[in-house]
């Protein structure tokens, strides 16, 4: 199975997809903690990545698209794949498709997670990541047990950079113009089951599997 989750910035997709992957038994393949990674490990493609995540800013196709193929050949990938924040724009979706056609694989199911942009922005503003592992909480809707530590690893919690206010804003924006016509690309092929990610956690995980049955 290769599911693709679509939302905008905060709509719960990290926050699902750690869920989904212990409930479907597969691995959650996110395209903004590999690029934070190679950001923290120092590497060509996160120095060049940097400039374009602080400004809220898309990563180049060509270099999200090398590094998503390159983790989807890894073998650990065969007991299924949740696509995390890729593909973000038509040009990915259609590379995606393309280098799965030649493996005889596709997409099997696109799973949109809607959520307001008022509620985006208060989400955003709030969330707490773990330095470590890379858990996200919220200060008010998902409070860790100890203010700036992770529940799961101990790890001390920080707001991303992007997180802020104008920098949010813009990752909204960008999203609205280039990601949304995405989800009529996968309409269109009937793969397509939109969610109300303004439930609790625990609802939208339900609906979620649901619409995957
Ligand atoms: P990325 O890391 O992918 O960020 P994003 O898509 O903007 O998504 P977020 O991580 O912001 O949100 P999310 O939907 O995962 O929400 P979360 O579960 O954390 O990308 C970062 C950057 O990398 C991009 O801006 C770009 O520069 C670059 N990049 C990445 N992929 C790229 C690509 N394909 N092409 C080019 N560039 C790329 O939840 C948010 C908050 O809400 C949390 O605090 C959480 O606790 C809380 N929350 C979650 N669910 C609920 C709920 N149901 N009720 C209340 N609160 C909730």
Do not use: W
């Not at 990938?77 to 979706?93: K, S, Y």
């Not at 990752?171 to 793969?191: D, W």
């Amino acid at each position: 199975m290769i599911i693709v989750l679509l939302g905008a910035p905060g709509a719960g997709k990290g926050t699902q997809s750690e869920i989904l992957q212990e409930r479907l038994h597969m691995l959650h393949v996110s395209s903004g903690d590999l690029l934070r990674d190679n950001l923290k490990r120092g590497t060509e493609l996160g120095k060049v990545a940097e400039g374009y995540m602080g400004k809220g800013e898309f990563v180049p196709d060509n270099l999200v698209i090398e590094m998503i193929l390159q983790r989807m050949a890894a073998p650990d990938v065969e007991r299924g794949i949740l696509l995390d924040g890729f593909p973000r724009n038509l040009a990915q979706a259609v590379a995606l498709d393309d280098a799965l056609d030649v493996k005889g694989k596709r997409v099997n199911a696109a799973s949109y997670i809607h959520v307001e942009f008022d509620a985006l922005i208060d989400r955003l503003s709030g969330r707490l990541t773990c330095r470590n592992c890379g858990h996200v909480f919220h200060e008010k809707f998902a409070p860790p047990k100890v203010p700036g530590v992770c529940d799961v690893c101990g790890g001390e919690l920080y707001q991303r950079d992007d997180d802020k206010r104008e920098t949010a804003v813009k990752r909204l924006g960008i999203y609205f113009e280039q990601t949304q016509p995405i989800i009529e690309y996968y309409r269109e092929r009937g793969i397509l089951c939109q969610v109300n990610g303004e439930q609790p956690i625990t609802q939208v995980t339900e609906d979620l599997l649901n619409c995957l049955r």
